[in-house]
């Protein structure tokens, strides 16, 4: 490419995967790397202790909850993704 940048690669179908830990890190690569560095990680450091893991999955999800709205719906999807992981 003319300014030495490669894309990120494009998603991949949610019907062949096999784990659902899977689903967020390939379904949109972007997004998760987004969050792992800027708020997982930061949350987790130091001690990346159980309680600071959960702390920010609970963070990571609520960002996703206010960029796609406060709704029953979203609520309960959050609810079960976050059961599955």
């Known amino acids: 490419l003319a300014d030495n940048m490669e894309p990120a690669a494009g998603p991949i179908c949610i019907n062949r995967l096999t784990l659902y830990s899977k689903a967020w ?3 949109d690569p972007g997004l998760y790397s987004f969050f792992k560095t800027y708020i997982f990680i ?4 130091p001690t990346f202790s159980i309680k600071r893991k959960i702390f920010g999955v609970i963070i ?11 709704t029953y719906a979203n609520i309960t999807y959050e609810v079960v993704n976050f059961t599955y992981i």
């Open 25 to 27: 890190r390939y379904f």
């Open 42 to 45: 930061p949350i987790c450091t």
């Open 60 to 70: 990571s999800y609520g960002f996703v909850l206010l960029w796609h709205g406060i």
